[in-house]
Nanobody, 123 residues
Framework: QVQLVESGGGSVQAGESLRLSCTMS??????MAWFRQAPGKEREGVAA????????AVSDSVKGRFTISLDKAERTLYLQMNSLKPEDSATYYC??????????????????WGQGTQVTVSS
C-alpha cells in the first residue's frame, strides 16, 4: 500500500504560479501523475511521469505552462504550474501505479490516490 499526500494548493490571480507537491509513503517505480477535477466535470489527466523510462507527458490543455518532475530521494512528485488561468481551477489529485508507459493519462491506469488539494485561480 502507498499513501500519497498532496500540498501546495491555494488561491492565486491569473498569470501567477503555484507548485504542487505529492509525497509518497514509499517509493514505487512505475507511473505517477497529476489529475484535476472541477465541479461537475470528469477527472482529467494533466501530467504524468514514467520512472522506468525517465519520461514525462502533459496534456494539451497545459502544455507549455505546467511541468511535472520527480525527486526520487524525497519520494516527492511536483507539478509546477505557471501562467495560471481561471479554467485551471480545480481539485488536483496525485496518483501512482506500478507498471510502464501508457498512451494516455487515464484514471483507470492508477490505483493509488491522494486526497486532493484545491487550486483556485481568479481573473
Amino acid at each position: 500500500q502507498v499513501q500519497l499526500v498532496e500540498s501546495g494548493g491555494g488561491s492565486v490571480q491569473a498569470g501567477e504560479s503555484l507548485r504542487l507537491s505529492c509525497t509518497m509513503s514509499r517509493y514505487i517505480d512505475g507511473r505517477m501523475a497529476w489529475f484535476r477535477q472541477a465541479p461537475g466535470k470528469e477527472r482529467e489527466g494533466v501530467a504524468a511521469f514514467y520512472t522506468l523510462a525517465g519520461r514525462s507527458a502533459v496534456s494539451d490543455s497545459v502544455k507549455g505552462r505546467f511541468t511535472i518532475s520527480l525527486d526520487k530521494a524525497e519520494r516527492t512528485l511536483y507539478l509546477q504550474m505557471n501562467s495560471l488561468k481561471p479554467e485551471d481551477s480545480a481539485t488536483y489529485y496525485c496518483a501512482a501505479a506500478s507498471g510502464g508507459i501508457v498512451s494516455r493519462i487515464r484514471t483507470t491506469d492508477y490505483n493509488y490516490w491522494g486526497q486532493g488539494t484545491q487550486v483556485t485561480v481568479s481573473s
